[in-house]
């Protein structure tokens, strides 16, 4: 971000915020890979901030995304209280739902899961892991993140669902 303003590119509101939720993503990439853990101090302040700051857009969250993100709550509270994850990977799905649009969001959280499946046989295959070992599911949802933050076309043009949103 930086080195494109040193170079004469101007830097705008949108480009510092995408900037804030890339290096909040960076940090829990590596914070819950090393710990197993995502410290609030990441999430509360983008789940504070993401009403009115996304990395796509400034201004209320529209609706649909509020929706979309209502039903990932509700989907990956399941998920921890059934003790498949932990409340912090609830919350960061949970914001990547309120920060991009449906489409994008559903594609990012679905590539979330391909990746630590894909993850999870290659770990099987090379008997690292067993069936029952636990993965970081963070470092995923932190990429897919991370991927919808700086390529939103991309990531939304592999949604199953973008045609609801067309």
Do not use: C, H
Request: aromatic share 12%; glycine share 8%; net charge positive.
């Amino acid at each position: 971000m930086f080195a494109g303003y040193s170079i004469g590119m101007a830097v705008d509101a949108l480009t510092i915020v995408r900037a804030v939720y890339v290096a909040a993503y960076a940090a829990i990439f590596v914070i819950d890979l090393r710990s197993r853990r995502i410290p609030n101090v990441f999430t509360y302040p983008l789940l504070a901030i993401v009403p009115v700051a996304r990395p796509g857009s400034l201004g209320l969250v529209p609706l649909d995304q509020v929706l979309t993100a209502s039903a990932v709550a509700a989907l990956f509270f399941f998920f921890s209280f059934r003790g498949w994850m932990g409340m912090g990977d609830v919350k960061l799905a949970v914001l990547i739902a309120l920060a991009e649009p449906p489409p994008v969001a559903i594609a990012a959280l679905w590539l979330a899961f391909a990746g630590g499946a894909v993850s999870g046989v290659i770990l099987i295959a090379a008997r690292r892991a067993g069936p029952r070992t636990a993965l970081p599911f963070g470092p995923f949802l932190a990429l897919a993140g991370t991927a919808a933050a700086l390529t939103p076309e991309l990531v939304g043009a592999y949604s199953p669902f973008a045609v609801l949103w067309r």
